[in-house]
């Protein structure tokens, strides 16, 4: 069964250091998003992006974060000055999509396993 | 205003109990809902989506909407000891495509 992959599992940086985490979503698939879920809390949105453009942020995504599609298979998160409240766990997901007008309500999202990233 | 809400729990079941787990949204214009299950340290998982008021069965799960109440609900027949996890409840709004999730409701079967 395809699956959203993420790597790596497990990122250790210190404060102040850029870190890029990555994803290859499910190979049909059109729609990318990050979360993030900080232990203990609710998983919560970042970022969704679609026809290599960002389609929606949340005001967590501010101007430390940034994403990028470099080629057909990958789709990067990238921090670029680590805070330690940075640290959760960071999901990339991704969804077919059904087309513009279809019923895109029912578009799913299929997480990957996550990237555990701590901050030092 | 919490946007989605969930009783944390826990939430303790006798195995082969039906387990009940029950979530609210404040956004009318919620269209779409989600019922993702997350082992601990693992990703979410899911289980159900419903989209029309009414019922929605799958297996041992059943999902209810209510959107006059703005009330989703999942319903866990048989409930086995592999059912333990925290199950999360995600809601679209209409034009976003972000998932809102709720905080999770730990549940737990006891042999």
């Known amino acids: 069964e395809p699956e959203v992959t993420q790597t790596p599992s497990h990122q250790v940086t210190q404060m102040g250091q850029e870190v890029i985490l990555r994803c290859v979503p499910i190979?049909?698939?059109?729609?990318f998003y990050w979360y993030r879920q900080i232990l203990g809390q609710k998983v919560e949105f970042l970022v969704s992006f679609y026809n290599n453009e960002i389609s929606e942020k949340s005001e967590i995504f501010d101007d430390q974060f940034s994403v990028e599609r470099p080629d057909g298979s990958n789709f990067t998160l990238k921090i670029r000055s680590t805070k330690l409240e940075d640290s959760a766990m960071y999901f990339c997901?991704?969804?077919?999509?059904?087309?513009?007008?279809?019923?895109?309500?029912?578009?799913?999202?299929?997480f990957g396993a996550g990237t555990r990233l701590s901050v030092l | 205003q919490k946007e989605v809400e969930q009783n944390s729990g826990p939430l303790s079941v006798p195995e082969g109990a039906i387990a009940s787990l029950n979530c609210t949204y404040s956004?009318?214009?919620?269209?779409?809902f989600f019922w993702y299950r997350q082992y601990s340290g693992k990703s979410p998982e899911l289980i159900m989506s419903i989209y029309s008021n009414g019922d929605k069965e799958d297996g041992r799960f059943t999902a209810q909407l209510n959107k006059a109440s703005q009330y989703v609900s999942l319903l866990i027949r048989d409930s086995q000891p592999s059912d333990s996890a925290t199950y999360l409840c995600a809601v679209r709004n209409f034009g976003n495509e972000k998932l809102t999730f709720g905080t999770g409701t730990r549940l737990t079967i006891i042999p």
């Open positions: 956004d009318r214009g919620s269209q779409s």
């Open positions: 190979s049909n698939h059109l729609y």
């Open positions: 997901a991704s969804s077919p999509r059904v087309g513009r007008g279809g019923p895109l309500a029912k578009n799913i999202q299929y």
